[in-house]
């Protein structure tokens, strides 16, 4: 047995006593209500689930497992995998052995290529790797244990899908990127090298220790983002009908593949590129400024800045634009990045209407890949479904864990709302 397996195994049965008591004793209890704007609003705001992995603070941002995102820069993927399954940072003898679980499940089933090679060649990279997926669901555990398993048993088999998963996404996410984009033949996994550094390795991308430490931040940064942003709640809600985790991760990050969810940090860049094109270099402050003024008074928003939730800078923007200061700072795609972040602030604060002025983490992501020579912007969003898959498997493990129920929240009509708000009204 696997140490994480081990580790999870003690911990499962009080998790479930701890849930079960706080049922018991504050089930009634309200946390939350709901108005009309909520309910046509996409629920935002709405308190009605519960994600032990991470929290998101408007002030302080994205927090995983009590530890706001800044002080786990340091970490690797793996470490940040052990952090949101256990709510602990492994030891030494734990983050090798969880190493070792992923290196003996490597290997991408031979079938899985000839799927994507059939399919078109100008196919979204987003859909070839989400299709890849749901063609493993073959390979699922939980799928084949279902009817012999007691409910109590489903979280094992959903880790051993995980686990299995997450060694396998770098080389499919590499092998989709050198198939769409005709970088040549498929490059093997290093046995050597850990999980982000394997992945640029099987990428193609020149190789350094510092190229290894951008894919280790990258992918430790966007792994988790709690539980309702729409890939997250996706995976949560197909898995609740026990679909497997190759359903539901495929479904989640379908999610995820939206323009308004993981398609932004593509946009972004493309727009600092047309900022460099337009100007013919480093765009200076003032053109930056006039650029913003005329997006905003066209009724758009200036990519990279904003969030839903947060109404500070978004701390994962602060890492990311730390390491780029470090190393890639002498390029025009991260100057440009740079005037826009020391522009754009004001411009907003200025207009008045912005809820958050600030850049969020799509201001400063793709410049750091495009330095290291990832130059296709329809692929950034596969990337950012490798680091993801590690916070929706993490959700769905513990929720197979405690046996949440399946997802059925009640909906109305509009024509209910208008009555309802009627007799509210006359009654009032």
Known sequence: MSLLKQKLSARVPALRDEIKALLA????????????????????????????????????????????????????????????LTGENPSAEELADLRSELKKREGVPAYVWDVLRAMPADSHPMTMLNSAILVMQKESVFAARYHEMGKNEYWEAALEDALNMLARLPELA????????????????????????????????????D????????????????????????????????????????AGLNGLAGPLHGLANQ????????????FGGVPTHAQVEEVCWELLNGGHV?????????RAEDPRFTAFYAFGKKHCSDGDVFKTVSVLYETAPEVLKKQGKAKNPWP??????????????????????????????MGLLSQLIIN?????????????????????????????
């Not at 909520?38 to 032990?52: E, K």
């Not at 946009?267 to 337009?278: A, D, P, T, Y």
Request: charged share 20%.
């Open 360 to 389: 969020n983490v799509d201001a400063g992501s793709g410049a750091l890949l495009y330095h290291y020579g990832l130059t296709e912007f329809a692929y950034y969003t596969v990337l950012f479904s490798v680091s993801r898959a």
């Open 302 to 310: 200036i990519p990279g800045y904003g969030h839903a939730v947060l």
């Open 25 to 84: 004793a504050h089930g009634e209890t309200k946390i939350s209500e709901v108005n009309v704007g909520q309910a046509f609003g996409g629920m935002r705001g709405v308190m009605g689930m519960i994600c032990d992995t991470s929290q998101v603070s408007p002030e302080t941002g994205l927090i995983i497992r009590g530890r706001p995102i800044l002080e786990l820069t340091d970490k690797w993927p793996e470490e940040i995998l052990w952090l949101l």
């Open 174 to 209: 590499a092998g989709v990127y050198r198939m769409r984009y005709n970088k040549g033949e498929r490059i093997a996994p290093d046995a050597s090298l850990d999980w982000a550094a394997n992945y640029v390795h099987m990428l193609g991308l020149p190789e350094s220790e």
């Open 211 to 250: 190229s290894y430490n951008m894919m280790r931040l990258y992918l430790t940064l966007h792994s988790d983002h709690e539980g309702g942003n729409v890939s997250a709640f996706t995976c949560h809600t197909v898995g609740s009908a026990l679909s497997d985790p190759y359903y539901a991760v495929s």
């Open 267 to 278: 946009e972004c860049l493309g727009f600092v590129m047309q900022l460099i094109e337009r």
């Open 400 to 428: 197979r864990a405690i046996g949440s129920p399946i997802m059925r929240p009640k909906s109305e009509s509009t024509e209910w709302v208008k009555n309802f708000v009627a007799s509210a009204a006359s009654a009032g």
